[in-house]
Structure formats: structure tokens, C-alpha cells
């Protein structure tokens, strides 16, 4: 069972322009919402993360929007740039779950010049 | 800090070898996952570590796999006797009493 599901699986976007990667979950015992950063040839890293009190969270040009009832998140990039090229996986993590993360399966995002 | 360290980086082995991959977390940090990535499925947890005591080993898919922590500096998993599709880049990560994970660099395992 796939619990958190993401989409596109890949995704072209114009320099300057906004990338937006949608995330959805079906377990309301979730309460962390990281999204990770991998380029090729390293391991993942932590972008920027929410929690269901709020609603938003902007981090420069990244932004997470978070819609609790609808049980989804998203990451949107702002002026995208051919750096922001990467996988980016969204995740979640359950109260009292030691840390244990249940990632998406990722979006390859290429930003072209 | 070094940050996570995994050894070795890349690993080619026939099937039916033994193959031991190596993760030396954060200093200090007393969570320790190790992951598994491959195309089809992405990044599947395998089993974690709390202050070297294993607490969750459901995600090992088979008795093949193991994993071990001896100490508070040092891990394992080892696959035996390693199959082709077990092919997949490796990744352990750590964290201390927050909830971001620093992952390591990978191990890329080609098994023929």
C-alpha cells in the first residue's frame, strides 16, 4: 500500500518559471510533511517541511501549501533555475514514529535554460 | 562534522556472493536508517536503529538481508548470497532528537 502518493513522476519547466509538485496521503495519523532534495550522485536532503497547524510555508523561493481536509501538500518553486534541477520527494511521518518517513516515489525536475 | 560516511561507494558482485555495505553515522546521533532506492519502487525504508537496538525490520524484504550495529559509530547491512534484483543504490541517514534525516552518499550495487 502506497501511502504517500506523488505526482508528476517528472516534470519540465522553463527557467523563471513556477514548479509545482503535488503530493496526497491517506494517513491522518501523519503530523510532519518534509520535502527532500536529491541531485544525481548524492543522497537526499531536507528542503523544507510543514506541519497540519498552518497552512503555508514559504522558505525563499520555496513554498509548501498544505490542505488538511483534502489530505495534501504541495511544493511550489518560484523563478524556477536550471539548479533546482533534481529529484524532489515529498514525505511523511507519523506521531510517536520514531522518525520513520514514508516517502513518494519522486519527480525528476529539469528546469531548462 | 563529515556528515554520514558509506562504504563502498559503488559494488559490482556476482549473484550468490556475500555483500557487506558500510554506514558510519553523524556523531552523536543516536537514530540510524537504512534505505534502499531504485527506479520502480524509490526510497523504500528497510530498518532503523535507535541507540543500536533494531525497532522496526519490517521493510527487510527477505531473510537474505541483515543488519547489524555494534556501536553508536557503525553499521551494516549485508545481503547473502546477493541476487540481481537486489540492484539498487543503498543509503543509510541519521538523526538526534529532530526530525530531519542526513543521508550519506549512497552505495550503488550491481549485482550480475
Known amino acids: 500500500q502506497q501511502q504517500v502518493k506523488q505526482s508528476p513522476q517528472s516534470l519540465i519547466v522553463q527557467k523563471g518559471g513556477i514548479s509545482i509538485i503535488n503530493c496526497a496521503y491517506e494517513?491522518?495519523?501523519?503530523?510532519?510533511f518534509p520535502w527532500y532534495q536529491q541531485f544525481p550522485g548524492k543522497g537526499p536532503a531536507l528542503l523544507i517541511a510543514?506541519?497540519?497547524?498552518?497552512s503555508e510555508k514559504k522558505e525563499g523561493r520555496f513554498t509548501i501549501s498544505f490542505n488538511k481536509s483534502a489530505k495534501q501538500f504541495s511544493l511550489h518553486i518560484m523563478d524556477s533555475q536550471p539548479g533546482d534541477s533534481a529529484t524532489y520527494f515529498c514525505?511523511?511521518?507519523?506521531?510517536?514514529?520514531?522518525?520513520?518517513?514514508?516517502f513518494g516515489k519522486g519527480t525528476l525536475l529539469t528546469v531548462n535554460p | 562534522d563529515a556528515g554520514v560516511i558509506q562504504s563502498p561507494r559503488h559494488e559490482v558482485t556476482e549473484m550468490g556472493q556475500e555483500v557487506t555495505l558500510r554506514c558510519k553515522p553523524i556523531?552523536?546521533?543516536?537514530?540510524l536508517f537504512w534505505y534502499r532506492q531504485t527506479m520502480m519502487r524509490g526510497l523504500e525504508l528497510l530498518i532503523y536503529?535507535?541507540?543500536?537496538?533494531?525497532?522496526?525490520d519490517s521493510g527487510m524484504p527477505e531473510d537474505r538481508f541483515s543488519a547489524k550495529m555494534p556501536n553508536a559509530s557503525f553499521s551494516t547491512l549485508k545481503i547473502q548470497p546477493s541476487e540481481p534484483r537486489d540492484s539498487a543504490v543503498y543509503f543509510c541517514?541519521?538523526?538526534?532528537?529532530?526530525?530531519?534525516?542526513?543521508f550519506g552518499p549512497g552505495t550503488r550495487l550491481t549485482v550480475l
Open positions: 541517514a541519521s538523526t538526534w532528537g529532530t526530525d530531519t534525516q542526513y
Open positions: 494517513n491522518t495519523a501523519f503530523d510532519y
Open positions: 510543514i506541519r497540519p497547524d498552518v
Open positions: 514525505a511523511a511521518q507519523g506521531v510517536g514514529s520514531n522518525y520513520k518517513l514514508t
Open positions: 556523531s552523536g546521533h543516536d537514530y
Open positions: 536503529f535507535n541507540n543500536n537496538v533494531p525497532i522496526d
